[in-house]
């Protein structure tokens, strides 16, 4: 596996630099649009032009693109017809053969670029620098960007250039903020009720809670075919990472296992006492039948039949209705106390923000036409509509809209899971909500109001860091260093901590396993991390 990862970061290594040496492709060859020769754009132009984009596919839309309401109603407000090339598989890896031939378009949406992609492209000339586009030709992105200066700055590359554009998603502030933590614990109220059970106030009372739920028949069917828990281990925002702040200081852990103190102070979690002592008690709920065995390997396809099926007692996810249903059985999972009998919930790192939605690229001869079309995402009622999707779409109609006060209206979802009516008629992309939309221009999601309303009671007042690590766009060379150590150090991380939690054994090989985050760079990625940490607080 290790080498096949080589193979393939030497090859698109090996793709950017051939681009470079031979340079833009001519004219007769290039799959960009031609040069419309317009200046002073204005919408809708009066006679139709066409862009040429690339864009992953979303499985559960339409195969192309221009038979979604969304791009449907952009065309007839702007008279410009997309041309789509839609990679339904393996979309990096065939995004970046056609950058390697040349076969540029003009541009690609939801990109999935990388940092070290951005840089990469930019300093090969395969994209663009936009922030002289953005001061000319995207008030609306501008107008963003002066209300939040922040997504500017982690907009902005170490070179001073801006070479794609954001999706942006606000809910609440600060640590009070729906993004404060990605995957969030349910459990089955109804099979506690029957159980005479309260809610477990520490780990101890937790186990003693898996262990009803595996013994005692909740749900009454006289099988023993409960899974007291269950998660998705390779899926971090599915895993059982808020429970590590049930031990040791309770500093817990979460998926890039960084946490910043109230001093500033960037940490490590995953090599710490309270990490091994989580671990330990997961082994042991484990090897008591406890821990769903399947939560190492299973698919969301898998772990959402078995939660539609109710078998579940405790499970971690997003939001509970894409997984169990509509059912009022299970209730949010009240962080309990560590042992020194304070309760901490960890915060999530760098949710809520993506600088990579949006790159033009070198062969666009239409700069001003293509920013000020993408301008339009950046309009809040567009905004909120690439996000969740939109309205008078006959079948998945996701909002009422009132053309008089310039305002949406989140339509009941009537029990269906939000994801997967969400999906069929949002587009992602470059977007920007910010907390100040909700009330003016849209209504807030029922079902994201009803999870922050649970977030305000049980979970903000317990986050104790004040501080959490932003997404900082860090120089080519940190990028690079970081995806290095990171390629292995990352994948040993959570392979060492299955192995520990199925098979035990982390007293014998701790010494070890901090060995070998010390062989891997993990000193230098804490140094990486903490000046680059500092650099931002600066501005």
């Not at 791009?71 to 839609?86: C, D, P, Y």
């Not at 069917?221 to 200081?249: Q, R, T």
């Not at 979460?254 to 910043?260: A, I, K, M, T, Y």
Request: hydrophobic letters at 35%; a negative charge; glycine letters at 6%.
């Amino acid at each position: 596996m290790k080498t096949k990862k080589l193979m393939m970061i030497g090859i698109s290594a090996a793709m950017l630099l051939a681009l470079g040496a031979c340079g833009k492709k001519d004219d007769s060859s290039a799959a960009a649009s031609k040069d419309y020769e317009l200046t002073d754009v204005a919408f809708p132009l009066k006679e139709k032009v066409e862009l040429k984009m690339l864009v992953s596919e979303n499985s559960t839309a339409p195969k192309d693109p221009n038979d979604m309401l969304v791009f449907k109603r952009l065309e007839e407000q702007s008279n410009v017809h997309i041309n789509w090339t839609n990679y339904a598989n393996d979309f990096a890896e065939k995004r970046n053969l056609d950058i390697a031939s040349g076969d540029l378009p003009d541009a690609i949406f939801n990109a999935g670029a990388s940092e070290q992609d951005l840089l990469n492209w930019g300093a090969n000339g395969v994209i663009v620098p936009l922030e002289e586009a953005i001061d000319k030709y995207m008030p609306n992105l501008q107008k963003v960007f002066e209300t939040a200066p922040e997504y500017k700055q982690m907009l902005t590359a170490p070179d001073g250039h801006i070479y794609s554009l954001p999706w942006i998603e606000e809910l609440g502030e600060g640590k009070e903020s729906i993004h404060t933590v990605n995957s969030l614990g349910w459990i089955n109220q109804a099979w506690l009720t029957k159980l005479g059970l309260e809610h477990p106030k520490n780990a101890e009372e937790l186990y003693n809670v898996l262990k009803a739920f595996k013994e005692q028949d909740p749900n009454g069917n006289g099988e023993a075919d409960e899974i007291p828990m269950s998660f998705v281990s390779n899926d971090d925002g599915n895993d059982l990472k808020m429970l590590f702040a049930a031990f040791g200081d309770g500093t817990g852990d979460n998926g890039n296992h960084l946490v910043v103190d109230d001093n500033g102070k960037v940490q490590f979690t995953a090599n710490t006492e309270n990490y091994k002592k989580a671990v330990k008690f997961f082994n042991k709920a484990y090897e008591e039948g406890l821990i769903d065995t399947e939560s190492f390997e299973q698919d969301w396809a898998r772990y959402v039949a078995k939660g539609n099926d109710q078998k579940y007692g405790l499970y971690f996810t997003w939001d509970p209705h894409n997984v169990t249903g509509d059912t009022d059985d299970y209730v949010m999972y009240q962080p309990v106390a560590n042992e020194t009998g304070k309760v901490n919930v960890t915060r999530t790192n760098n949710f809520g923000f993506s600088r990579d939605r949006f790159v033009i690229t070198s062969a666009n001869k239409n700069l001003e036409l293509t920013a000020k079309w993408i301008d339009q995402m950046y309009d809040p009622i567009q905004s909120v509509q690439n996000n969740w999707g939109t309205y008078g779409d006959k079948g998945q109609n996701i909002f009422s809209y009132d053309k008089s006060s310039n305002k949406l209206t989140h339509e009941p979802l009537d029990g269906a899971a939000p994801v997967e009516v969400r999906q069929k008629t949002a587009v992602g992309g470059p977007l920007a909500i910010l907390d100040t939309y909700y009330g003016e221009y849209t209504t807030m999601p029922d079902d994201a109001k009803w999870r922050l309303d649970l977030m305000s009671e049980f979970i903000f007042p317990n986050v104790q860091n004040e501080n959490n690590y932003p997404n900082i766009f860090l120089s080519a060379e940190d990028t690079k260093r970081l995806a290095d150590i990171d390629a292995d150090m990352q994948d040993y991380i959570l392979r060492k901590r299955d192995e520990w939690i199925t098979k035990g054994n982390i007293d014998q090989e701790w010494d070890d396993y901090l060995e070998q985050l010390k062989a891997f760079g993990l000193d230098e990625w804490l140094e990486i991390k903490q000046r680059n940490y500092d650099d931002y607080l600066k501005g």
